[in-house]
């Protein structure tokens, strides 16, 4: 009877430690993810190695570029991202990928059964560390592309029409592919399945069509999520890659469209798995 | 308070799981026993929500654990010391899980006070030995102050003094009225510690009954232990009687249907001279092999009986 009776007590009590307010919320889960992404030290130099690339691979590429090459400021600029993308893609694959490969998952999906909030959280996060680590990067090849090290490149002119929407599209377009990476981490849960199927969609599929032009390859060439670079180019370069292509044409925010989609339909899946399927 | 209703888990042609029963109830350490791939892990993860029962039901205090609004204050659970990020420290992991529920650093201090890993705290999960992941483990599963905590494994890994520590732990836990179900291999811990087991086999309920119920089950219990100096004609004598008696080495006798009393007076009557005599009471870990011995030999011939 002993038993029974603190039994009841220990049902009604409140619990040791718990806020005034108790229970699972989406701005803690945000918290919470927040601290999971920052405690994880490869996370951060990870971030650094992406700025790093972007600006490393800005001065070099500034270094050839010649003022009658017909290539902008912005184009100089923004030329790390071809590099760069792949650290995001990896930000968002390792966030998508370690719950799953180091059995985090067991404690994650344990504190919120729901579920649907830890993916909605680490879509956040990956967009808010993206986003800074892009802009960060942007500011980093400016930076190293300009002033006495810039050689012969044009300097960066806003002027120059399409130029803004260049450089809010290397953060832009960033914050997609870490996203794209997210949603294929989280959909396949194995981190080189993930980074494989990632770069074949926003790097090498695009660069193996684009040696056999035709209708077909240009079509599915618009239909990648490589498409969405189209946003760093500016209205000049946008205008000939329109000229050429045999497939349709997309201009900068279609091809952004594209990618977004890609994005949405990802994540739309990978959602499905995780809400649907067991956690291993 | 757990209660889990009729729980079949199948895996494509698999079935891990197979229409299991049983409830674990507050202020009592339910043993969760079976041999390995019995489906004991299975059961706990279905019960905390991390895969999806085939049918049947697993509820926690009356409620799908999915439907929980705080499930670390409800359930404290530690399916595997390695559910932690290796490059992440012990405080950080914990501190994250606790963000979850709005749960302060305080209490996340506090357990790791409890569990004894201030040392640790800041070192990363990674370079753990398999003993202090164990008390990370526990000490994410104690973050919420649960009512009902979930343990698989709690003790593999620990060293002595991790084993009391967890054996002392888990008995305050159920005296304070909590639920505790914990499963094991060390039968002798178990049976140290828990009041009722649940013992499965092949995903089926085997048994769930009291410890001492249990040990009742087994070929040894009750029957009588007698050692003498003469066993020929005190054997004659019980077998007269109607007891079976199984001669041993050193002159001992183990006597079946019969009591002490009994054997007594039969030596007394054949003049044989008694140097030890008792009830033999049998042991859980004996108790368990019977049962997850027929289990088998059961599963087998009906195996066979469907191939035909």
Redesign the interface.
């Known amino acids: 009877m002993t038993?029974?009776?603190?039994?009841?007590?220990?049902?009604a009590r409140t619990?040791?430690?718990?806020?005034a307010?108790?229970?699972?919320?989406f701005a803690?889960?945000l918290?919470?993810?927040w601290?999971?992404l920052t405690?994880?030290?490869?996370n951060p130099w990870l971030a650094l190695g992406t700025v790093v690339a972007a600006a490393g691979t800005a001065y070099g590429l500034g270094l050839f570029v010649r003022p009658d090459d017909g290539r902008s400021g912005s184009w100089v600029v923004v030329s790390g991202f071809v590099l760069a993308q792949l650290g995001f893609l990896v930000l968002g694959a390792v966030v998508g990928t370690?719950e799953h490969t180091?059995?985090?998952?067991?404690?994650t999906?344990?504190?919120?059964?729901?579920r649907l909030p830890v993916l909605g959280a680490q879509a956040v996060v990956t967009a808010v560390a993206a986003g800074v680590t892009a802009a960060v990067a942007l500011g980093a090849s400016y930076l190293a592309t300009t002033g006495p090290r810039a050689g012969d490149a044009p300097a960066l002119d806003l002027a120059v029409p399409g130029t803004t929407r260049a450089l809010v599209g290397f953060v832009v377009v960033a914050v997609a592919v870490s996203l794209l990476g997210l949603g294929l981490g989280a959909l396949l849960r194995r981190p080189a399945d993930a980074l494989v199927t990632g770069v074949l969609l926003v790097f090498l599929l695009d660069l193996t069509l684009s040696g056999n032009p035709g209708p077909v390859t240009d079509t599915v060439r618009a239909l990648l999520p490589s498409a969405g670079t189209r946003l760093l180019e500016d209205d000049a370069a946008v205008a000939v890659l329109d000229a050429a292509t045999r497939g349709p044409e997309l201009g900068a925010w279609g091809g952004a469209a594209v990618l977004g989609a890609w994005v949405v339909v990802v994540l739309g899946a990978a959602a499905y798995r995780l809400v649907r399927h067991?956690?291993? | 308070m757990i209660e889990v209703e009729a729980l079949t888990k199948r895996y494509g042609s698999t079935t891990a799981v197979d229409g299991l029963t049983f409830t674990a109830r507050p202020g009592t350490v339910t043993g969760f026993l079976g041999p390995n791939g019995a489906g004991k892990s299975t059961t706990m993860r279905v019960v905390v929500g991390l895969e999806r029962a085939t049918s049947g039901t697993a509820r926690v205090d009356g409620r799908r654990y999915a439907d929980l609004p705080a499930p670390l204050h409800a359930v404290g659970v530690m399916l595997d010391a390695r559910s932690v990020h290796p490059g992440r420290t012990a405080y950080k992991h914990l501190l994250a899980m606790a963000q979850t529920h709005g749960i302060g650093r305080a209490r996340v201090q506090e357990v790791i006070a409890q569990t004894g890993l201030e040392p640790a705290a800041h070192r990363r999960a990674g370079t753990f030995s398999l003993g202090m992941g164990q008390r990370l483990g526990i000490a994410g599963a104690l973050l919420g102050d649960p009512a009902t905590l979930v343990l698989d494994e709690p003790v593999n890994g620990l060293d002595p003094d991790g084993v009391l520590w967890v054996r002392r732990l888990v008995r305050e836990l159920a005296a304070e009225g909590r639920t505790v179900l914990l499963s094991s291999h060390l039968m002798h811990e178990l049976a140290l510690c828990a009041d009722r087991v649940v013992i499965i086999g092949r995903g089926r309920l085997l048994a769930d009954a009291t410890v001492q119920d249990v040990v009742d089950r087994s070929e040894r219990a009750g029957t009588v232990r007698v050692r003498t100096t003469d066993p020929e004609p005190l054997t004659r004598e019980l077998l007269a009687t109607g007891a079976q008696v199984t001669p041993q080495d050193g002159g001992v006798l183990q006597v079946r249907g019969a009591t002490v009393d009994e054997v007594g007076t039969a030596a007394r009557r054949c003049g044989a001279t008694v140097l030890e005599l008792g009830t033999e009471s049998g042991s859980l870990e004996e108790a368990y092999l019977q049962l997850t011995g027929d289990a088998v030999e059961y599963r087998t011939a009906d195996t066979r009986e469907g191939a035909r």
């Open positions: 038993t029974l009776t603190s039994g009841s007590r220990a049902a619990p040791r430690g718990a806020p307010r108790p229970g699972v919320r803690r889960v918290v919470a993810e601290t999971k405690s994880v030290p490869s370690s180091t059995g985090t998952a067991r404690t999906f344990t504190a919120v059964p729901r067991d956690v291993r």
